[in-house]
C-alpha cells in the first residue's frame, strides 16, 4: 500500500510545473493534482487507504505526504513567492493552497467515490480545471 500511495504520489519534481504566470502554473498543478486523484480513484488506491488507515494511520500519513500534503505545500510556497512578487493577492498562503486543491479534487472525486460517476474525460477535466483556475485568478488578482 505505501508504494501504491508513492506511485499515486508521483516522482514527477513539482517545480517543474511552474511556468511564466500564475494561471499557467496553476493550470498545469490543477491538471497534474486531478490525474492523480482520478489514478487514485480508479486503482482503488483510495478506497483502500481511507478503510485502513483506522488501523494503520501511518498508512494514511503516508497518503497525505505523498499525495495532497506535498501539493498543498508546494502550492503554498508558489502562491507565496507570488505574492511577494506582486503576481497574486493571497492573504494566508496554506489556507488558500488547501482550499484550491480541495476545489480541485470536489470537482470528481465524491461521485465517482459513490460509484455515481464515471471518469471524466480529458476534455471534462481541462474545463474543470480551468474554471477553477478562472476563479482562483479572478479573485486573486492584485488590486492596482
Known amino acids: 500500500m505505501v508504494r501504491m500511495c508513492e506511485e499515486i504520489g508521483g516522482d514527477r519534481e513539482l517545480e517543474e510545473l511552474a511556468s511564466t504566470s500564475p494561471e499557467d502554473t496553476l493550470r498545469a498543478i490543477g491538471l497534474y493534482w486531478l490525474e492523480s486523484v482520478l489514478e487514485a480513484v480508479h486503482r482503488q488506491v483510495l478506497q483502500r487507504v481511507f ?5 494503520s494511520p501511518e498508512l494514511g ?4 505526504d505523498t499525495g495532497p500534503g506535498r501539493i498543498e ?6 502562491l507565496g513567492d507570488a505574492k511577494r512578487r506582486g503576481l497574486l493577492d493571497v492573504d494566508d498562503p496554506a489556507r488558500v493552497a488547501a482550499s484550491f486543491v480541495g476545489q480541485l479534487a470536489g470537482l470528481y472525486l465524491l461521485p465517482l467515490l459513490a460509484g455515481i460517476r464515471k471518469r471524466p474525460s480529458e476534455a471534462e477535466i481541462r474545463r474543470g ?3 477553477v483556475v478562472a476563479g482562483f485568478m479572478a479573485s486573486r488578482r492584485p488590486q492596482t
Open 73 to 78: 505545500a508546494f502550492v503554498a510556497g508558489y
Open 61 to 64: 500519513k503516508k497518503f497525505w
Open 129 to 131: 480545471v480551468d474554471d
Open 51 to 55: 478503510a485502513e488507515s483506522r488501523e
